[in-house]
């Protein structure tokens, strides 16, 4: 089964940047969507970016649509949140996931890293 590892939070000053990695083991990596997610305290998990199996297919939560970019490296069992222009709205523990379906959503994840938490300053 696969397992993912995510690294790249901390702290930014808002209209930064950061950039997530999501470090996958496993020997089917390249068959699984990706997602990133994100939750902050005393809120629900919301989604952010998904990807298809290729990195053909890219699609973006309205909040984030325009500032952040998903990709992935199949053959380094990678994938990336590239986020810029940052503000404190942002700021939450953020989640990648795998799906054996084509299509990344909230409740059909079948493998979730532990998380890393980013904070944007104002």
């Known amino acids: 089964q696969v397992q993912l590892v995510e690294s790249g939070g901390g702290l930014v000053q808002a209209g930064g940047s950061l950039r997530l990695s999501c470090a996958a083991s496993?020997?089917?990596?390249?068959?699984?969507?990706m997602g990133w997610f994100r939750q902050a305290p005393g809120k629900e998990r919301e989604f952010v970016a998904g990807?298809?199996?290729?990195?053909?297919?890219?699609y973006y939560a309205d909040s984030v649509k325009g500032r952040f970019t998903i990709s992935r490296d199949n053959a380094k069992n990678m994938v990336y949140l590239q986020m810029n222009s940052l503000n404190a709205e942002d700021t939450a523990t953020y989640s990648c996931?795998?799906?054996?379906?084509?299509?990344?959503?909230?409740?059909?994840?079948?493998?979730w890293g532990k998380g890393t938490l980013v904070t944007v300053s104002s």
């Open positions: 496993g020997r089917t990596f390249s068959n699984y969507a």
């Open positions: 990807i298809n199996w290729s990195g053909g297919n890219r």
């Open positions: 996931a795998a799906t054996r379906l084509e299509v990344v959503t909230r409740d059909g994840m079948d493998i």
